[in-house]
């Protein structure tokens, strides 16, 4: 079957070098978490603009593909990463918005955590939808 590249409210950009500079910086981030022990599945990824400029990504639940700004991808790293993070978890385990999880809240938090505890995060419900327990050592 094959996906529709198109997303309500969101314009593409046509492939360009620089558009494929932006599309290779959230590309690299899916081969660090592939490099970290992430057994993700291929994430099809579009660069463009949302209608509504508050917008930083989009993403097609249990669909595999995002949608990234150029908004979200000139804002600071870790800003970045929890837009990347956050739309991944959309698209490959169907996450809802959460306001108690700081990745899955509807908006990006003013204060984003650092990288290592955005992927933390993400690792939790990586284990969780991967039904990965983790051992933890019984002190006697």
């Known amino acids: 079957m094959r996906k529709s ?14 558009v494929y500079k932006l599309k290779r910086k959230v590309i690299n981030i899916l081969y660090e978490l592939k490099n970290n022990g992430f057994n993700i599945p291929r994430i099809d990824v ?6 509504d400029c508050q917008v930083l990504g989009v993403a097609r639940l249990n669909n595999n593909i995002i949608w990234i700004t150029e908004k979200a991808i000139d804002k ?9 993070l956050h739309e991944l978890l959309h698209t490959i385990y169907g996450c809802e918005h959460d306001n108690k999880c700081h990745i899955m809240t509807p908006y990006q938090p003013k ?12 690792k ?16 006697a």
Do not use: D
């Open 5 to 18: 590249k198109t997303t309500k409210n969101f314009n593409n950009y046509k492939m360009t070098p620089e």
């Open 46 to 51: 579009r660069i463009g603009q949302h209608n």
């Open 76 to 84: 600071k790293e870790n800003e970045f990463y929890h837009t990347v």
């Open 111 to 122: 204060v984003v955590y650092s990288k290592s505890k955005l992927l933390k995060i993400f």
């Open 124 to 139: 939790n419900y990586y284990n969780k939808y991967n039904n990965i327990t983790t051992k933890q050592l019984e002190v």
